[in-house]
């Protein structure tokens, strides 16, 4: 190791900085996190310095750098554009034992700054020893995505409780024991979902009842329409840490890759060749006793699960049961397939309004408002709508709409093998005899189908 990586205590401590661009602008700010009092010195200094000074949070010191300016300081940052005055400063300060850092000039620097992730009082620290500052800042972005904003608060809680934990187990393997249960299970969730109080009573109720959490949770989890990289950060989390997962269909292989290894998975779409799914009441029965044996399940749906999902069924269920759930959107098939395909939902010459219809025939009919269909300016999403496609362009043609509307098919939308096919209400029936299309697909209907010949992007 090069450096010796700690962290200082300056609160109240006086600290300076010299210059006064927005390099001293980041490095002043950062002080000021720590609570430091800070001083700047520079002939001139940048309009956010001088807010800062005058909302009273630092001293400006206006004048050239000299000598005689390096006091009693607790740290010294030197950000001047002018090497001879950098390491001027450099080397007062190592004569008078005063940690010192010069911006990017690690071989003037007694100290060097990492790149940080704060989630206050946690602190990740990412250093390449000066060598690598750009690759520190790529690691340091990689871990802000999967750490999630709530670590902070969790945290915090921990300190509350740190004594009393102490006092309740007395070996450091019971209180590991007691502190992994907290920060990797139901307790350290309900932090992440705002649930702050009933996760101090959960805590404070083990340390009263000494009673196992037996009670699991459930999460679920939007998988968006495909492509992986469009879960969100929190999907990723949850799918990682799930004991059991109960999936189905419509979500892709590519997703279903980033499952925690060892976790139990529990198909519940549809079986073989044959059309019948999982009936809904056993998927609702399993997730509550998955749940009762202090399990920790994902139920991960294509898309968005509150969107054509039956999200809505499952959860009523377990709030029925009293099990603690909690919903991750996902981006749905409409979002992500017209994304994909160049197809915006709205335009402001083609559509102000956009509607997401379900097109799936319940006994061989359907009761949609067509007339409502026909309106101008309205985009017009269709869900499961590839055995009734022919039906609908008939309908819509019945009711006033002109032949010629475009229409867009996306197939497989955001995966590899995404196809799309523009047609029109009267070609489409054609397009389909011809063509061998397979679900998942969906149907886009409107003006804007047409800017999909300058804005396709994807694949294709
Ligand atoms: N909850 C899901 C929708 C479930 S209904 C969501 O929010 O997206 C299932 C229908 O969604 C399919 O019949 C199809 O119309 C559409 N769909 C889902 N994923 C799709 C994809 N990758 N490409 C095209 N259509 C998709």
Redesign the pocket.
């Known amino acids: 190791m090069d450096h010796l990586p700690i962290f200082i205590n300056i609160r109240k401590k006086p600290c300076i900085v010299i210059g006064g661009g927005d390099i001293a602008l980041r490095k002043i700010n950062l002080l000021l996190k720590a609570q430091a009092k800070v001083d700047c010195i520079s002939p001139l200094f940048c309009k956010d310095i001088k807010n800062l000074s005058m909302d009273g949070h630092i001293t400006l010191i206006n004048k050239s750098f000299e000598q005689a300016d390096i006091k009693d300081y607790s740290i010294i940052i030197a950000a001047t554009d002018d090497k001879s005055v950098n390491s001027l400063i450099s080397s007062i300060a190592q004569d008078k034992k005063i940690p010192v850092n010069v911006v990017d000039s690690p071989e003037l620097s007694s100290f060097i700054m990492p790149s940080i992730v704060d989630r206050s009082p946690l602190i990740i620290a990412v250093s390449s020893s000066g060598k690598a500052p750009v690759l520190a800042r790529i690691i340091r972005a990689k871990l802000e995505t999967i750490i999630p904003s709530a670590y902070g608060i969790l945290a915090d809680i921990a300190g509350e409780y740190r004594q009393k934990v102490k006092d309740r187990f007395s070996t450091i393997k019971d209180r590991r024991a007691f502190w992994e249960a907290v920060f990797s299970g139901v307790i350290a969730e309900k932090v992440f979902s705002g649930r702050i109080n009933e996760a101090k009573e959960d805590i404070q109720r083990q340390l009263d009842d000494s009673v196992e959490m037996d009670l699991g949770e459930v999460y679920l989890v ?1 998988a968006g ?2 492509d992986p990289d469009l879960l969100t950060f929190k999907a990723l989390r949850l799918i990682q840490q799930a004991d059991v997962v109960l999936y189905d269909r ?1 979500v ?1 292989k590519g997703v279903m890759e980033l499952v925690r290894r060892d976790s139990e998975l529990i198909y519940v779409g549809k079986k073989g060749g044959s059309d019948k799914s999982t009936k809904q009441v056993d998927i609702n029965d399993q997730l509550v006793e998955l749940a009762k044996t202090g399990k920790r399940v994902c139920r991960l ?5 509150f ?3 039956r ?1 809505g069924e499952e959860i009523e269920s377990l709030s029925e049961h009293g099990i603690p759930f909690q919903v991750v959107p ?1 981006i ?3 979002s ?2 017209s994304s994909y395909a160049g197809i915006p939902l709205t335009h402001r010459d083609y559509s102000q309004s956009c509607r997401f219809v ?1 097109a799936h025939l319940k006994n061989g009919t359907t009761n949609l408002p067509w007339e409502e269909f026909i309106i101008d300016q309205q985009t017009i999403v ?5 055995s009734g496609a022919k039906y609908i362009c008939e309908k819509l043609m019945e009711h006033g709409m002109d032949k010629d509307m475009p229409i867009a098919i ?6 590899p093998e ?1 196809k799309v096919y523009i047609s029109s209400l009267i070609e489409l029936p054609a397009l389909l005899e011809r063509e061998d299309i397979h ?5 886009i209907v409107g003006e804007v189908v047409k800017l999909n010949e300058k804005l396709n992007w994807y694949g294709n």
């Open positions: 939007g329409p495909g419509l892709s749906k294509g898309g968005d699960p969107i054509f999902g999200g996902g749905t098939a409409a992500g397939c379900t269709f869900y499961m709508a590839l996306i197939e497989k939308g955001t995966m995404q679900a998942p697909t969906l149907m």
